[in-house]
């Protein structure tokens, strides 16, 4: 066995004992002390999460208000370091401005607010986080740059350029490690604001006068001739049937519905298609404004 993998096995028995120690003692105690909070940081420290979890949530079925600031923020840590973005909001909200990483813990609070905004389509959750940050009282001049720059992120966000210029003017722009990520956010207002949009309503409107146009103006070309094949085929057929046969026979009726059928597709699917592809766009350049932001975070506050 080499001996990597022995250091490995101890570490995780190690860790084994500590836990069950740790928890032991808790339960015997019925109160939480000093010494529990040093393992839960332990635990958050080694990357330990789900240990490290499972630890503090049994100090909080303990008496533990004495340290419940302590507790707040390493479960808030934990879990965003762990990815548990929702859980982590939920426990960095109740940490106190007493606490020695208040301020670390909003940044870290807010960022995951705009993060989950975006991925749960809810915007009341990026207001939240513009609405805190724009009251939050930082310490330093780097605190209060890093403050702008995420203000300015939010407001890219909802594409609203007239705060975005506001707020990009009060950026004392002297930070280097900060810099390359402001003029990151400077380009992506740029093509926010200058890319062409396209009209799912227009698109829809093509199509209604000539099928599979309205995905040929969405840039999807083979779409657009797959589209026009499938009415023009069955339009092709049922202006056959029925010149044939002067009459409104079930070969003309059938033929007749399914044109009807995939002429309101074609037009449905034009409008959904545009849209589809806006969202696309700004899906992708939201998750690059979370980047820009989200570095500068975790290098302020590491």
Known sequence: MKSTDI???????????????????????????????????????????????????QLTEKNYEEFAQDVYWLQGWNDYQAGWQRRSTLALEKVGESHPNFLKSQFYLNYQRAWLSHNTQDSALLMTAQNSLSQLQTSTSLENELRLILLGGFSLMEQDFDQYDEIREQWAGSFPQLRPHQNQLNELEQLLRNRPQKSPAFAAFLSAILPGSGKWYAGKKGEAI??????????????????????????????????????????????WTVRTANNDINDALNNQILFEIHIPVRTVFP
């Open 226 to 271: 797959a589209a026009f094949l499938q009415v023009g085929i069955p339009a092709g057929i049922t202006l056959e049937s029925y010149l044939k046969s002067n009459s409104l026979d079930a070969r003309t009726i059938v033929a007749g519905s399914f044109t009807a059928l995939f002429y309101t597709a074609n037009i449905y699917g034009s409008y």
């Open 7 to 57: 250091a490995v096995i101890k570490y995780y028995i190690f860790s084994f004992i500590l836990l069950v120690s740790g928890a032991t003692k808790l339960a015997a105690q019925g109160f939480v002390s000093q010494s529990d909070i040093r393992f839960a940081e332990y635990l958050v420290d080694s990357r330990s999460w789900n240990d490290a979890r499972f630890f503090l949530n």
